[in-house]
């Protein structure tokens, strides 16, 4: 019952603090600032949104970013996965590999970008590219550290019932075993692969984009556009998170009760 | 046919310090079909390693054990195991858990949905078919673990301490399933615990094994009638008997 109730005042308090910021955000941009190129105000914003809906390009814009999303994570997870489980498994290929991946991954993925632009021009994959690197990582080290925390109890008992080569080892108690990380992985990627989208899209690699139009918009000086691109690109984040999130909660809570996520 | 033998079995590990560990010792034992062992050692005494000998996870340093006949290399279908730790997968439920060892063997789900509801009938639990290990209490695990072992249909079934994390009641309840389990199914079954109550309650023979190195101290025939009384006079008798022998400097000490 006090549970309850302190949950429901809980939630009306975040609601406040929200409406609590745009007011004193509308305040600070009408009372104290007044120039919109500095600090549009809320009430600015909702009107460039509402402009932006009207012209047309806001789904477009979405849609292209999606695909350069699709292409970094989708590759990333092509990639990671299979390095992350050759690694996790054999230790000869953890020997062989671990030094060229610790090498360089602490390269920011931002730092990739000329070659990124001499590999695949401008093109989609080339933002594609940007947003592999910075999701490829996570995934590979995930899924290693997932492989390498598998108890030992699981593959004996898979021994002892007849699943005895790697490959079947690695299929049926291995991967399902590691799971829950790799997913976890996959999550963290996402957010990472995300975050890159804007710089990846900053070099002109398509006329659409979020990132391209929030660029686009900062060289027409229209900064209430730029602010509706900013939170855009913030919640469609955040779907994406609640999106994994459901999705490992639901899959894993029931054999896992509550570790993950 | 269907024996166990055991022969001049060592196994010794060589420590990171470089020194020598034997955990096992030149045992000789003999198993016959359908016969019920109980190992009982202190901890430490390398029960586990002679079993997952038998089972084929480990390989003796020397010596050779000999199921049907044939020297066991590497796991076996006719050597099923329940480990002292839960070992069920958490991502299966129970059925499917049950039927893991069928669906290695490549049998069709039908099929194997059939055999595993029969294992897991015999445990008791064929109205948990759905849920998952999480769900189940720690005794119930087991019986799931058992039925699992017993779905390959094998010809000895290890078992190493399958029930010391257990409350004595779950553990007294889930030895006399045992015992009708092994009844009905005609297993071998080689039983590893260091507990002198759970050895003399079920075992035919008692092989009690010395601490570090394993050696064989005495191998003792329990010539209790069955259902054996936990409570009667002969059993406490017997008990006393065990462990009079394990306070011994023959079988205490190296």
């Known amino acids: 019952m006090k549970l309850g109730g302190r949950k429901i005042s809980d939630k009306w308090l975040g609601v406040l603090a929200i409406l609590l910021t745009l007011l004193f955000w509308q305040a600070m941009a009408s009372l104290v600032v007044r120039n919109p190129f500095i600090l549009p105000s809320p009430v600015d914003v909702v009107t460039a949104f509402l402009t932006l809906i009207g012209s047309g390009t806001l789904l477009k814009d979405i849609g292209v970013s999606l695909v350069h999303f699709g292409i970094g994570l989708g590759s990333a997870l092509l990639v990671g996965i299979p390095i992350g489980i050759a690694m996790g498994w054999f230790r000869g290929v953890d020997a062989f590999l671990d030094p060229v991946i610790e090498i360089i991954r602490p390269i920011p993925p931002l730092a990739w970008i000329p070659f990124a632009i001499v590999w695949f021009g401008l093109t989609n994959a080339s933002a594609g590219f940007v947003i592999f690197i910075g999701a490829v990582f996570p995934i590979l080290i995930n899924t290693y550290s997932g492989f390498r925390g598998i108890p030992r109890i699981f593959v004996e008992a898979g021994k002892v019932l007849g699943c005895t080569r790697d490959q079947a080892l690695i299929r049926y108690i291995a991967f399902p075993s590691a799971l829950p990380q790799i997913a976890a992985g996959i999550r963290i990627a996402s957010g990472v692969g995300w975050m890159c989208l804007v710089a990846a899209e900053l070099f002109g690699v398509s006329k659409f984009g979020l990132g391209q139009k929030l660029w686009f918009f900062y060289n027409l000086h229209q900064m209430d556009s730029v602010v509706v691109y900013m939170l855009l690109l913030g919640m469609i984040g955040l779907f994406f998170d609640w999106l994994f999130r459901y999705y490992i909660d639901r899959h894993f809570l029931r054999w896992r009760s509550g570790e993950v996520a | ?254």
């Not at chain 2, 470089?18 to 045992?27: D, N, P, S, V």
């Not at chain 2, 019920?36 to 089972?55: D, H, N, Q, W």
């Not at chain 2, 999480?134 to 779905?151: D, F, N, P, T």
Request: proline share 5%; aromatic share 6%; with cysteine.
């Open chain 2, 1 to 254: 046919m269907g024996d166990l033998v055991i022969r001049n079995l060592t196994r010794s590990f060589v420590r990171d310090d470089g020194e020598l560990l034997t955990a096992i010792e030149k045992i000789d034992l003999t198993i016959r079909q359908e016969e019920f062992i109980c190992v009982l050692g202190p901890s430490g005494c390398g029960k586990t390693t002679f079993l997952r000998m038998i089972a084929g996870l480990d390989q003796a340093t020397s010596g050779e054990i000999i199921l049907d006949g044939e020297q066991i290399q590497g796991p076996n279908p006719k050597v099923g195991v329940v480990f002292q730790e839960y070992s069920l997968f958490p991502w299966r439920n129970v059925i499917d858990n049950v039927a893991f060892g069928l669906e290695m063997q490549g049998i069709d789900r039908e099929e194997r949905y059939r055999s595993a509801h029969q294992y897991l009938d015999l445990v008791g639990l064929s109205q948990f078919s759905q849920s998952y290990p999480s769900e189940l209490s720690g005794g119930m695990k087991q019986r799931v673990a058992v039925a699992r072992a017993l779905a390959l249909d094998p010809v000895i079934l290890l078992m190493d301490e399958p029930f010391g994390a257990l409350d004595a009641q779950t553990r007294n309840l889930l030895q006399k399933e045992l015992l009708e389990i092994w009844e009905k199914t005609k297993k071998t079954i080689i039983f590893v615990t260091h507990s002198v109550d759970e050895a003399v309650f079920l075992g035919d023979r008692l092989v009690v094994l010395t601490p570090r190195p394993g050696r064989i101290c005495d191998i003792i025939p329990i010539d209790l009638p069955r259902p054996r009384e936990r409570t009667s006079i002969e059993f406490a008798q017997v008990r006393r008997q065990i462990l009079d022998l394990i306070a011994q400097p023959k079988c205490s000490l190296q």
